[in-house]
């Protein structure tokens, strides 16, 4: 089976952009959650997808979102972007939630100037 | 939410030396996964273990439910085993990170 993918692996903007990351679950995979990683604050968890409703949502502002496809697959904006946004951005996906293994995609850099 | 503390937060080892790497988490969990992430930010599975004990070639580890703690074992250790290593938790909500080890094996 392949793995999770997302698209694209790396970005640059400038504040004030916004921008549309894309994962693809494994195969099968219905439920889809999204992580940002800094120095900073580590892993953090924005928001996880299941049957195209978000089920759960992170302490982040309104600026991201996200959405998931009937085909699974899932994309997160982010909007009016801020330099503190830059950061490894990495979905995961599994069967059914969070209570059961995670495969991490290898995720994307975003870089905002 | 689940609080998850990971120790020692840096290890230097030799290659060969074993090392142990702890996870403790503060309520009663129904997943725990190690993962390995590499020098590139891939996230790699290590194991899914919210319970027991289990092995995988030169790593092993250990979930101790009750007393709420995880311990991720390396015997062995090679230049490859280099990075950080996590340690993530969920109740019956989200998977929350502990901070991670960061691993630098030396030849």
């Known amino acids: 089976k392949a793995g999770v993918t997302q698209t694209p692996r790396y970005l640059i903007k400038t504040r004030g952009q916004q921008v549309t990351l894309s994962c693809s679950p494994i195969?099968?995979?219905?439920?889809v959650s999204w992580y940002q990683q800094t120095p900073g604050q580590g892993l953090q968890f924005l928001f996880e997808?299941?049957?195209?409703?978000?089920?759960n949502k992170g302490n982040f502002p309104g600026r991201f979102s996200g959405r998931q496809f009937s085909n699974s697959r899932s994309e997160m904006n982010v909007s009016t972007l801020e330099l503190g946004d830059s950061a490894l951005y990495l979905c995961?996906?599994?069967?059914?939630?969070?209570?059961?293994?995670?495969?991490f995609g290898p995720g994307t850099r975003l870089l905002v100037l | 939410g689940i609080q998850v503390e990971q120790s020692p937060p840096d290890l230097i080892l030799q290659e060969g030396a074993n090392s142990t790497l702890r996870c403790n988490f503060s309520?009663?969990?129904?997943?725990l996964q190690w993962f390995h992430q590499n020098p590139w930010g891939q996230l790699i599975n290590l194991f899914y273990?919210?319970?027991g004990t289990k092995q995988n070639g030169r790593l092993s580890a250990t979930t101790v439910a009750t007393e709420r703690y995880s311990l991720l074992y390396i015997s062995s250790s090679q230049t490859t085993d280099s990075g950080v290593y996590f340690c993530?938790?969920?109740?019956?909500?989200?998977?929350?990170f502990g901070k991670g080890t960061m691993l630098l094996v030396s030849p």
């Open positions: 195969s099968g995979h219905r439920s």
């Open positions: 997808y299941f049957s195209e409703t978000q089920r």
């Open positions: 995961a996906s599994s069967l059914v939630g969070s209570q059961e293994t995670q495969y």
């Open positions: 309520d009663s969990v129904n997943n």
């Open positions: 273990i919210p319970s």
């Open positions: 993530a938790v969920s109740g019956y909500s989200t998977l929350t």
